[in-house]
Each structure stands twice: as C-alpha cells, then as structure tokens.
C-alpha cells in the first residue's frame, strides 16, 4: 500500500516506489514530521530528541515536561500558538484580535484516487494510480479546522500536498498565511537552489548554502514572474546532477507566491511554500472553507538530473491535459518578429505562403489584428477584428491560409486593459485602480479585475464570437504587466483580491479549454513571467522567454528544465541579427536549442535567401524526425551552460534504444583545448552507431570519457547527433 497508518504507533508512512514519507501523532495530538527520504520500513521516530531547551516554550498540557517544546521539534505543519517560534506555514486572526491557533490532530482518511481541488489547477491520476491521505487537525478554541491533503503517485516518485482551512465554529477568523506545504528536517547542512531572472533572461540557476535565518524568494508581482519562479530544491552539500540526495517544492500556482528556507538555532531545516502573505488576508466566516493551491513535491537519491525527470515525468502526463498532451506540436510561424504591429491581410497571407512553401504546419497572428491596434498604447479589451487594417474578413484570411494546407492561430492578452479602449471608456471601474489615486501603469495598460465574475463573463463572450465563429486552432495567450493596484471597486474584503483574481484567470481558462478541447493553448507573460505548474494545467506549452538569442536561450532553458517538461518549452528560431541581443548566430545553432521544446520560426520567411530556405526545410525534417524522441524521451543536462564553455544537453529513449545529443559551443579561443561531451542514461555494455557518419562507440567510454565536439573556427558552432543501439 502506498499509505500506511499505524495505529500502535500513531504513524502515517506514505510509500512511493524509490521513496518514503513519514509523520507520527504525539502523545498530545501534534504532528511531528520524522523522514522523507530513500524507500525504507520501520518507524523513524526515534530520529526525535528530547530535551530541556532554554526559552523554548512547552505546550500547557505537556505539565511539567520541558523537553516538550514545538520550538524544537520538526513540524509536519507549523503555526503560531503551539510554542514553535519558527515562520509558520498557517496562521490567522481571531475575532478577539489575537492571533494564532493551536492545531491538534483529529482524525485521518485513507482514499483511492487523487484528491482534485475546486477551481484550483491540481495533479490527477485514476483511481488505481495514487491515493490521497486527509489529515484532519482542529484548533479547539476558535473551531477552525485544516485538512492537510496529500496525493501518493507511487510511480512517479511524488507526492502532492494542500491544505483546506474550514471555519466550524462561531465567529469569523481572517486568514493571514496559508502555505501549502512545509519540511522540517532535524539537520540543516543543505544547499539551497533557485531560479530567479528577469524579463528576457528567465530562470538563472543560483546554489547557495543554508545558513541560520530565513532565505525569502517569492512574487509580489500578481503573477508568478520572472524574477523567481515558484519552485525551490533542497540538496546536499555533494549532490551532483547523477549523484547524492536531493528534494524539490513546485508551486502548482500562477499568482503571487511565497518560498522560505533556513536553519534554526538547532540546526535543523525548514522549507515551506504557498501563497503570498503580503497580498493575502482572507476572512473566514463561520461555515466557509478556503482551499490553498497544490504544491508538488519529489525526492531523489541520484541526485538533480532524476529529481528533474519525476517532474517533468508527472507534468507531462499528469498535469498537462487534452488533445495536445501526448502528440506533437504543430510546427509555426508567428507573425511579431516577422512584422510586429505593421502588417495587412496580404502580409500574414504571403508569411503563410512562405510556411507552406517550407513544410511549416501552422501561421499564428500576433497583437495589432484586432481593434484600432496599431502599436501598444491602444485596442486591449476591444476584441473585434479589424477588417480595415487587415483588408479582407478574419474567416477569409483564415480560409485562404488553410488552402495552404495551414492551421491558423491568433495572439490574445484576455486580461488587459488601455484606457484609449471602448471597453476602458464604457466601464473604467473595471480595471483595477484605487479610488483616489493614479494607477501604476505598464506598457500603457491596465490590469482588469478579473476577481469580479461580470469581468470575466464579458470578455469570455468577446473571446467566444471570434473562436466560434473561426477555424482557429491555436491560441497564445499573453499577459504583459506585472500588477501593482490590488484592488477591487466590489470586494469588501480587499486582502482577497488577489488570490480572486487568479481564481478568475483559471475560471476563464477552464472554460475555453472545455469549450475549445481541439485548440492549442499556448501560456505566455512577457515570454516566462507565468511559467509555472498552474498554468500547464490550461496551456500544454508557455513561451519560455520573449528573448529569441540561441546562446541566451542555451542557459534559459537549462534553468528551466529542472522543473518543467521540454514538451512546454515554447522555443522558436528567429532572425539575425537577434532583436533582443543583435547576436549573430547560424541558422544551424539557432536551430539546435529550439528543437528542444515545441519547436517553430519567429522571422521574416520571405527575407530568406535560398540556400536558408533549403536549410529550413531541412531543419523541419529533422524535427519530425526526432520530435516523439524529445516529446517523451529522458532529458539528461550534460554540461552547466552557466560554467563551461559548451551547452550540452540529451534525449534518451526510455528503452535506451536511441539517444538524441544537442550542444552549442559558448566559447572559443586561439589553439581551443578539446571539449569532450559526456553523456548520459545510455545503457551498459552495449555499442551506439551515429546514424549520419555510421560510427560507432562504446556506451561506457561515451559516460566515462565522453564524445570530442569537432575542432572548427567560430563563434557558437552547434552540434547534434542522433545515436542508435546497436
């Protein structure tokens, strides 16, 4: 069984197939944590200690037992009341004013099947691969209960944690902090690991060691940002990318969020995430229940390249949905770097007659089809097609495109608001701004309150003419500000805004995959400002960075492959000189880094000479070639792009029957010494032939020694070979 209850112990042990996971029931009904590590049996509790320990309060009830101290003790879900003066993953204010309770455990079901969240983006599985584990703890005074959900899928080495706070007694609380899991760990010598960036350069890899305080990453933004993403790893001081223990905590959120670590006076760990206290104050009446996101969590003991492939394992298949999930992407061209805002009908038709001329599937229209939209100060929130600019009906233009044998696709910003807009001019309440002062503006634009259903009804319904009324088969949709105004014209509890408004974000969603099953989400902020597990719940893939360069998306997409599938890592060729760098690279390295993820062009086809057109379509070729293999294979980081002088990466079949390796030199120098590539994941023993050159090589010596990259003059040569077992 994957959960297990032993009543002579008081302990719960959740088994996974390589891990273990266990907590136990005190004598006074607290919920110590004891281990989560390699797959074990037995009770660990005697990873406890006990003693007196000066300023560390004891419960009341403990009597005159001073070893008895929360403030020592590893939590399995922490709050202020018990005596542990740690930072509380749950805390609130009772309606005398004070603040804090007092959780104790009441009872626990043991359910097949994974638990689902209302209105929330969650992990699923079928009843005969997970089951959920509800724990029930109760503050007596104040009568709020929290049920702490865990999800067990044993195959994929993870288990899922929320938490629902439900007011059963007699008088309102208010919900200051609700983080959705919490670790204790009763030592502390850990590396920390982060994701933190910025627009254009998304997911930079930072690993620092612990130390005694607290370490805060986290979003005020509204959204999940680019600055850090909502995902921390915990691993040993030696843990490699092959090698040593290691734990990751992904937000399943797409909203503000919140991330601590640190070691305590005893040096014991404690990391914990959830949602964004600063932006957060939620009162609770008597009888109602808030449910706080998912949060995902996985253990390895061969360090961070396995961590890695459980995620994007579970994502892939257990959190992304539809039509989309399994097969492989269209390969497109979108229409920004092409034309931007300047473009008529005839511009998009000719970019489509150049996609089908070289074998691209698919022509998206980006911003500027619709309203008086010709550059970024106006026409958000007016979603009409404008005929005028584009000269001829959308439903002809997308007629003629599809003639080509193209699928059509269209750039929305759903959430968006200008000021010089029709919908801004008929309802300025809509927006979010605070009564009496200016708002924050960025891009020109407005955040819609989309907290308020009305909002999300009535552009829903603007959204809906188009899509019924077209053959669109793909969407991207953007959102391009951060939001600074949290407020509402109709909440009357303001410190619920935010946290409504992503709820509002997911309704919408929910809505159009449900009515659209066959369209292609494509998610989107500014490039990685929303790449997070809550939006592949809706969006299959999200643009990973609105930066283009193959070099700088070298080390974009490293950082993001530690906790997400390359299935959902948009990724395009565009042109040189690079708009966002003015780096020039061959149209071969342009290539390499984009085939791992879903792989399209974001250029001006018709700027190309010949001889780019044959490499192009040669290019397409390939990729439908190798696209089940990078869809679904085993992704193995070769090299740290951030550290050596190459970029290398691999896609390893799961049987080992074939391997895909991908590198792109980062420097060159006069008299170059020779970069040797090892790879990884090929299997013992056996020989592995290059399918272009015939050659063959040892797997062992290929993960021992590794392969010699070729000896050639110039910047950021590319490399990609495709080796099968002999």
Not at 526 to 542: N, W
Not at 560 to 583: D, E, K, M
Not at 649 to 676: C, Q, R
């Amino acid at each position: 069984m994957s959960i297990i209850y032993d009543k002579e112990h008081r302990t719960f042990t959740l088994h996974t197939m390589n891990t273990t996971y266990q907590m136990k029931v005190d004598s006074l009904g607290f919920l110590l944590h004891l281990y989560y590590g390699r797959k074990t049996d037995g009770c660990m509790d005697y990873l406890l200690t006990y003693t007196d320990r000066g300023f560390s309060g004891n419960p009341y009830d403990a009597g005159t037992d001073r070893a008895c101290s929360m403030d020592a003790l590893p939590q399995e879900y922490s709050c202020r009341l018990s005596g542990d003066f740690r930072s509380p993953a749950f805390d609130l204010i009772n309606g005398d004013g004070s603040f804090g309770c007092d959780l104790r455990y009441r009872n626990h079901q043991i359910i097949p099947g994974k638990y689902g969240l209302a209105g929330l983006p969650a992990v699923y599985a079928a009843e005969d691969e997970a089951s959920t584990l509800d724990i029930l703890l109760e503050d007596a005074v104040s009568g709020v209960q929290v049920h702490l959900l865990y999800g067990v899928l044993p195959a994929y080495n993870i288990i899922t944690r929320s938490v629902k706070a439900v007011n059963t007694g007699t008088g309102t609380v208010c919900l200051e902090k609700v983080q959705s899991a919490c670790l204790d760990f009763v030592t502390g010598d850990y590396d920390l690991i982060t994701f933190y960036g910025r627009h254009a350069m998304e997911r930079n890899v930072q690993r620092i060691p612990l130390r005694h305080g607290t370490h805060v990453i986290g979003s005020r933004r509204g959204t999940s940002s680019h600055q850090y993403n909502p995902m921390m790893i915990l691993a040993a001081k030696d843990t490699t990318e092959d090698a040593g223990p290691c734990y990751a905590m992904s937000f399943v959120y797409s909203g503000g969020f919140k991330g601590e670590t640190g070691q305590d006076q005893y040096n014991q760990t404690r990391i914990q995430i959830g949602l964004q206290d600063e932006w957060f104050s939620y009162p609770l009446s008597p009888g109602e229940e808030f449910t706080a996101p998912e949060t995902v969590m996985t253990y390895s003991a061969e360090g961070l390249g396995e961590l890695s492939r459980n995620l994007h394992r579970c994502y892939r298949t257990h959190l992304c949905r539809g039509k989309y999930r399994d097969s492989v992407r269209p390969i497109l061209v979108n229409s920004w770097e092409a034309a931007y805002f300047d473009f008529t009908g005839e511009d998009i038709y000719r970019l489509a007659e150049h996609a089908a001329e070289l074998g691209i599937e698919m022509l998206v229209m980006d911003d500027g089809w619709f309203a008086k939209r010709d550059d970024d100060n106006s026409g958000l929130g007016d979603w009409q097609v404008n005929e005028e600019k584009l000269g001829q009906p959308l439903k002809t233009l997308i007629e003629r495109i599809n003639g080509l044998g193209l699928k059509f696709g269209i750039w929305v910003e759903p959430e968006m608001v200008n000021e010089n807009s029709d919908l801004y001019r008929s309802h300025p309440d809509w927006a979010m701004q605070i009564p009496g002062r200016k708002p924050v503006r960025s891009r020109n634009q407005l955040l819609l309150d989309f907290s308020r259903k009305e909002v999300v009804d009535a552009v829903f319904e603007q959204i809906c003419n188009i899509l019924d009324s077209e053959n669109i088969e793909y969407i991207k949709w953007d959102m391009n500000r951060s939001m600074a105004d949290v407020y509402s014209a109709l909440a009357k509890e303001q410190g619920k805004v935010h946290y409504g408004y992503v709820l509002g974000l997911y309704d919408f969603l929910e809505r159009i995959v449900q009515r659209y099953p066959d369209i292609l989400i494509e998610g989107c902020s500014g490039g990685g400002g929303r790449f997070d597990a809550g939006m592949l719940y809706y969006t299959p893939q999200i643009w990973c960075s609105d930066n283009t360069d193959a070099v700088d998306r070298v080390r974009i997409q490293y950082g993001t492959s530690f906790g997400y599938p390359i299935s959902a890592v948009g990724s395009h060729v565009s042109a040189v000189p690079n708009h966002q760098t003015g780096r020039i690279t061959s149209l071969n390295t342009r290539g390499v880094p984009a085939m791992s993820g879903t792989f399209g062009y974001e250029l001006n086809l018709g700027a190309l000479t010949a001889a780019e057109k044959e490499e192009i379509k040669e290019q397409i070729r390939e990729y439908h070639k190798y696209a089940g293999l990078i869809q679904k294979g085993d992704y193995y980081r070769l090299t740290n792009p951030f550290e050596s002088e190459v970029g290398a990466w691999a896609f390893i079949a799961p049987d080992k029957s074939e391997a895909l390796l991908n590198a792109v030199m980062l420097e060159i120098h006069g008299n170059m010494t020779v970069t040797y590539v090892k790879l990884k994941g090929l299997k013992n023993g056996k020989l592995y032939r290059d399918e272009k050159t015939g050659s063959v090589y040892p797997a062992d010596a290929l993960m021992e020694i590794g392969l010699p990259l070729p000896m050639k003059l110039g910047e950021y040569r590319a490399y990609q070979m495709h080796l099968i077992m002999e």
